[in-house]
């Protein structure tokens, strides 16, 4: 579903971030982080940016990490590197040159260890380049999939960067963490956080209908609001599931479809030892973060902070 080209509804103000992130970069480096849970919208934003960029004249180079190749060295890197012209690496010094054509298998290794410091430095060369002639976007979605490698070459040249009109534009679960960023922290580029939150109902609605049209009946798309709380891929998954099942939920329960069982799945699993933060707020009735913290001993203060950062405790009253 996430690679479906479709209209963006909504998210106004985000797309305001994200227009003056774009127009910034002529001004020197800048850094913009979409983050926020599963399937709230990230990507067709990060898509809608890149279309800007393209608009406003900027050089997109982009990757999408998958997880089942994050074990990869410089897959990321080999895929944002891709549409780059040839002439792009001339200028690189020879012991650059080849260790970068090393790391993206254009060359025979030579029996020396590779060095990661020579792959950084040209790739900030080659960022430089790509630069000189248009502001230069490196555009990331998914970046909680990055493989280590990409993430520590990319991160070594980003944080090297001064003058340059380059911009970083990262897509990332905020539940799997925000490792890449907080290896460019001390860079000295403007970085911009934006956390995705919930649909607007009226949004919501938006969305729904120009998805199913007159598919779901009024009560179905404001149960739907309810039950996917504003998280458009919730709704998008219950309200295919309720138009295939063809019957009208008036009254009946909402189907929760398999591909939805799934995604639950994968945010418990990535949480880790956090979850035990979550069950334990579950069954205080006034849960707060000093008892939560208190009941799960010396781990107890680590799983707080990654289920809060997880937003698992939005819908509960936390002290
Ligand atoms: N503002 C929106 N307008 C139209 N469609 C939307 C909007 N937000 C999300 N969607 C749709 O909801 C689904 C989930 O959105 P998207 O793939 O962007 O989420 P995501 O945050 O990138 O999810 P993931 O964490 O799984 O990568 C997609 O089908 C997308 O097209
Ligand atoms: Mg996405």
Known sequence: MASEAHTIVGRATELETVRAFVDSIDRGPAALLISGEAGVGKSIVWREGLRLARDRGCEVQQCRPVESEGHLAFTALSDLLTDVPPSAFDSLPAPQRRALDVALLRAEPDGDEMLPRAVGLAVLGVLRELS??????????????LDQASRRVLAFAIRRLSHERVGLFVASRADTGEGFLDEIEDADIH?????LGPLQSDELT?????RFGDGLTRASVSKLEDTSGGNP??????????????????DSELPIPDSLVELVAERLDGLGNAIAAVQAAAVLSRPCV?????????AGEAAVRVAADAECFRSMAIG
Do not use: C, K, Y
């Open 132 to 145: 000189i002639a248009e502001p230069l976007v490196i555009a990331i979605d998914d970046a909680h999939w």
């Open 191 to 195: 970085v911009t956080h934006l956390r």
């Open 206 to 210: 938006a969305l729904l209908r120009s």
């Open 233 to 250: 891929m919730f709704a998008l998954h219950i309200g295919r599931a309720l138009i295939e099942r063809g019957e009208s939920s008036d």
């Open 290 to 298: 000093s008892l939560i913290t208190g009941l799960l001993g010396p």
